[in-house]
């Protein structure tokens, strides 16, 4: 840091390069984390983990496994870095349950001036609900303390039900579950979803037989898809068949096992996605006004449209800031021009009060974005007390949290 600071350079921090936006472009010098990963401390009596910024999320279960612990949730993809995940607000789903930010009691980060800064129950612990999730705007985190949970095993239901159905009886479906999401092609009737609970480690485990797995999620999901998306460039006719095709051979299985074997996928098939978190009572609207939209538009999409949930937090850059959330996500295949589609999804987002998330695209300002969280000014205060020379600045900071 003193280097750079003396040679007038930005620095910024990288972990998995997962974003789909250019908040870890380095215009100066480009840290990668690689190197620092590991486990640094556990205590299986407190459940307080302490981790190497740069591990990645899919490593953390086995360092965890010897202390009986677990990650609380997790996001349905495990290859991000802990810290690069927490500092863009990865979430799962589950209304009980806030995103990986919410599990953090402890940061350790480099500062502008190239100290170290501890912030945690005994120091600064104020500081915490804006530096969880930080947009890497603050400082270099190397190490990331968690408060993990007993592990635990899960018992997964995924089945096709008419989409009718699910919106009319969306409430009850997430109150009645642990977690509970679902996905919807576009140019069906049907949603495919994904109902999850939660069982002591104990629990008997019926995992996925390896041959249907491989079938379903490398085969199907990933293999054919992938050919699907590409020849649906050329030829978009074939969309709408396939989607209903897909519907009918894939979500319909029964399974328990470990929970981050339950709660992350693998997906292989390239995309960009957009990502709105809304207040959870605005979920249905927002969800038919982007139906009624692809109607309308005759675009033939074929990506499904997620739809998650998650509990109100205290993080104050948190999508779910202070408010009961619910995540619709709109992805195209990566060959695909997204702009239109996402532009017009991301103005039914913003009728219904959403707030995009900090790691996928969207469109709004500094401007825009002090609108949807009422800490906005307290967090961009804090970033003039640790770094007034915008060390750690780029362009995507520019643009949505000032210069």
């Given at each position: 840091m003193q280097a750079a600071a003396a040679q007038g350079l930005t620095v910024k921090a990288v972990g998995a390069g997962h974003s789909f936006t250019g908040i870890a472009v380095a215009p100066g010098v480009l840290?990668?984390?690689?190197?620092?990963?590991g486990l640094v401390s556990a205590d299986a009596a407190t459940g307080r983990v302490s981790l190497l910024a740069g591990t990645r999320l899919h490593r953390i279960p086995a360092l965890l496994a010897p202390y009986g612990l677990a990650m609380e949730?997790?996001?349905d993809i495990d290859r991000q870095s802990i810290s690069g995940a927490i500092s863009t607000g990865t979430h799962g789903t589950g209304a009980r349950f806030g995103g990986l930010a919410t599990q953090v009691v402890g940061i350790t980060m480099i500062t502008a001036a190239g100290e170290f800064l501890r912030i945690d129950e005994e120091r600064d612990p104020e500081l915490l609900p804006a530096a969880a999730l930080g947009l890497g705007a603050l400082g270099i985190i190397v190490e990331v303390t968690l408060q993990c949970v007993p592990a635990f095993v899960m018992r997964a239901i995924d089945e096709p039900a008419p989409l009718a159905d699910v919106l009319a009886t969306l409430d009850e479906r997430v109150a009645a579950s642990d977690h509970f999401e679902f996905y919807w092609?576009?140019?069906?009737?049907?949603a495919l979803t994904k109902t999850q609970s939660r069982l002591p480690e104990s629990a008997k485990r019926e995992p996925l037989p390896a041959v249907g797995k491989w079938i379903d999620e490398t085969l199907l999901s990933n293999g054919v898809y992938r050919v699907v998306c590409a020849a649906g460039r050329a030829a978009p006719a074939i969309t709408p068949p396939f989607s209903r095709l897909a519907v009918k051979l894939t979500g319909d299985r029964r399974y328990t096992d470990l929970s981050h074997r339950v709660l992350t996928q693998s997906r292989t098939v390239r995309f960009r996605e957009m990502e709105y978190a809304l207040p959870v009572e605005n979920v249905v609207p927002a969800f038919r006004a982007v139906q009624?939209?692809?109607a309308q538009r005759g675009w033939r999409v074929e990506f499904p449209i997620e739809v998650r949930f998650a509990r109100e937090d205290d993080r104050w850059l948190s999508t779910a800031y202070g408010r009961a959330t619910g995540y619709i996500a709109v992805h195209r295949y990566w060959r695909n021009?997204?702009?239109?589609?996402?532009?017009?999804v991301e103005q039914i987002m913003l009728e219904h009060g959403g707030r995009p998330h900090w790691g996928k695209l969207h469109t709004l300002t500094a401007e825009q974005l002090r609108e949807k969280y009422p800490l906005f000014d307290d967090f961009t205060a804090l970033r003039d007390r640790l770094d007034p020379e915008r060390r750690f600045a780029n362009r995507h900071?520019?643009?949505?949290?000032?210069?």
């Open positions: 840290l990668e984390l690689d190197d620092l990963q949730n997790l996001g092609f576009p140019h069906t009737d049907v009624s939209l692809i021009d997204p702009t239109e589609y996402f532009g017009a900071l520019d643009r949505i949290l000032g210069t």
